[in-house]
């Protein structure tokens, strides 16, 4: 499944097929995520939006192969994460993850920082480094490779772990609260990045967000409450109400 | 950027507590090295006494270990000297005193024929050698004359009488120079062993042939059966004083060994715990849990490896201090042995993976999801 190319499959073939997943916590008393089913298609840009404690952070674990489902599964492109038997190679691979507060190494520099998630790819050291520019070129810190992050700003630290996420070339990024130790003006550009990313190079993006600004550039908004999926709202505005 | 870069740049993030840590380490490696290497100084010096004027065989009395309180008859050296196989044929006699005003404890008294070529081996450097009418004349080794403040001409007093001091002589011989020679008579008369000496350093003809040396050594014992004749390397394996050295100088490395590993623990579980939602970041990222395990254990064998070579050069320096030391100088060389340096070096890289590999392993079995969440 890692050798299949953006453009190889159609459009409607669901690139993360989520299908009645549960999963609780402390033995059964604590249910995070009941009953919940939706697709992600490839190149989607997908929001998940809902209140804390809604299970967004749970589902957007799942997904990225970091935790299991007590029930349901999660299917990409067709095949159960369930049967996978290297979810590392697959994490390594097929996911790139965008956190809140960045997890950038301090005593690294921008460039450095991007290289960490290849070590589990293919690139000899030097294809590693030129690679890693590339990425920062991408997200507007050709200026940046030499700087740790103390010296960078929250903005431009955002954009280097974006870079990292994309090391490997990931069929999807999934983005936990981008934009949420961000300013506005910041966030913005993270956004915008996101936009282009998008845009350009047909990457999936499944962001989760409190922000109805993130939301607002989403393809579609997937809304969350109680552990059931509540709404679903694509971009022209079409509703369906789902649980309540 | 190579894993080891990303280890070496999480060292420095918290310098103080990594340079304690590699400060811990040193400190484990010095004491390692400083007492093997004067294990192993003092054990190839005592062999390096022998095999350097080419004996093959000591004779002694069954026992096993330098007999002090015991004696061979001078007749012996005769027997022996009359075998076939048998060249150069060396009695003495060997004891140890005190020079207490001087914190001079065990200081070796040798006791040779007037003919005996050790004193025609050892050079002078003031006075001249012992001979064979003199009485009450001792020659003191360089170091126990400086330790004593001695010079030829001077009067030492050695068994509560006075000796005159003829010669101060240098060997190659670490011991030699820190003892006192005199003739045997004074020395059996000192110790009342009339006609004896503690042993006999023998010769083979040829030298070193392993035949004519087995050969020698069984025509050797089967002149009384109570003496034994071990080749060299064997007798200074066996001796007491090597095998409490040895196993006195092992405690105590392990002793060290076990501190720096607590200490390496100590450090590397800290840092991990305050990592752990860094590495869980790293393991969603896609690397193995095996890759984590080794960024620990890098992290662990650079703190090793910086306390290694700060502990060797501390070492080495503790074996010249000892060296130079009046109490010990005539029992340490100023050397450091290569076998020191590597076992110094292992037990560091030792520590660091048993630092290392309860942090690394308790690590391993944590879901990165569960890292994640707990930062």
């Known amino acids: 499944m890692n050798d299949t190319k953006p453009d190889a499959l159609p459009r409607l073939v669901p690139l993360l097929d989520v299908r009645s997943i549960c999963r609780t916590y402390d033995d059964g008393t604590v249910r995070a995520l009941k009953d919940v089913s939706f697709s992600v298609f490839r190149g989607e840009y997908v929001a998940i939006m809902g209140p804390s404690g809604s299970g967004k952070s749970t589902l957007l674990n799942l997904l990225g192969a970091l935790d299991h489902p007590c029930r349901g599964e999660i299917c990409f492109e067709g095949q159960s994460l369930a049967t996978l038997r290297d979810l590392d190679r697959f994490r390594a691979r097929t996911i790139g993850f965008v956190f809140q507060s960045f997890h950038l190494l301090p005593t690294l520099t921008a460039l450095e920082n991007v290289q960490i998630p290849m070590f589990e790819g293919t690139l000899n050291r030097r294809a590693r480094v030129q690679k890693a520019e590339e990425l920062l070129c991408l997200v507007g810190l050709s200026h940046r490779l030499k700087h740790v992050p103390q010296k960078l700003s929250v903005g431009e630290r955002q954009r280097v772990a974006i870079a990292r996420a994309l090391a490997n070339d990931p069929l999807v990024l999934l983005a936990d609260e981008p934009t949420g130790n961000l300013d506005s003006r910041a966030g913005a550009g993270v956004l915008d990045l996101f936009d282009q990313l998008h845009r350009e190079r047909g990457v999936t993006l499944i962001v989760i967000t409190h922000g109805a600004e993130v939301a607002a550039r989403a393809e579609r908004t997937i809304w969350i409450r109680d552990g059931q999926i509540d709404l679903l709202q694509m971009s022209g505005g079409v509703v369906t109400r789902c649980a309540v | ?375």
């Open chain 2, 1 to 375: 950027m190579r894993s080891l870069t990303i280890a070496a740049k999480n060292l420095r993030r918290r310098p103080f507590r990594s340079l304690l840590t590699a400060a811990g380490l040193a400190a484990a490696v010095a004491a390692i090295v400083a007492l093997v290497g004067v294990a192993e100084s003092f054990e190839s010096s005592f062999l390096a006494l022998y095999t350097q004027q080419g004996t093959d065989l000591v004779v002694q009395r069954r026992g096993g270990a330098v007999q002090l309180s015991k004696g061979v008859s001078l007749k012996l050296g005769q027997q022996i000297r009359e075998l076939p196989g048998a060249g150069q044929v060396i009695g003495g006699l060997m004891d140890m005193v005190a020079f207490e005003s001087r914190d001079l404890f065990m200081v070796i008294v040798n006791g040779w024929e007037p003919d005996c070529p050790v004193l025609d081996r050892v050079k002078i450097q003031s006075g001249r050698r012992l001979q064979a009418e003199d009485k009450n004349c001792v020659m003191l080794g360089r170091i126990l004359a400086a330790n004593l403040g001695k010079q030829a001409g001077d009067t030492v007093e050695v068994y509560g009488q006075p000796f005159h001091v003829v010669g101060i002589f240098e060997s190659f011989s670490v011991y030699e120079n820190g003892a006192v020679f005199m003739l045997i008579d004074d020395l059996q008369r000192q110790m009342d062993r009339p006609g004896q000496v503690t042993g006999y350093v023998v010769q083979a003809n040829p030298p070193g042939d392993p035949d004519a040396v087995a050969a020698l050594q069984s025509r050797i014992e089967a002149l009384d059966p109570e003496i034994a004749a071990t080749p060299c390397a064997e007798f200074v394996g066996s001796l007491n004083q090597m095998r409490v050295t040895r196993v006195m100088s092992w405690v105590i490395s392990a002793v060290a060994c076990v501190m720096g590993a607590f200490g390496i623990l100590n450090t590397m579980a800290m840092s991990v715990f305050e990592r752990r939602t860094e590495i869980g970041a790293f393991r969603a990222m896609g690397w193995r849990t095996w890759r984590v395990v080794m960024l620990i254990v890098q992290e662990s064998l650079l703190l090793a490896g910086a306390g290694s070579v700060v502990g060797v050069a501390g070492g080495f320096l503790a074996i010249l201090a000892l060296a130079h030391w009046h109490v010990t100088s005539g029992l340490v060389q100023g050397d450091l042995p290569l076998r020191a340096v590597c076992e110094g070096i292992a037990m560091a890289a030792l520590m660091a993976i048993l630092g290392a590999a309860y942090p690394a392993l308790r690590f391993a079995r944590l879901a990165p999801v569960e890292a994640l969440r707990e930062g």
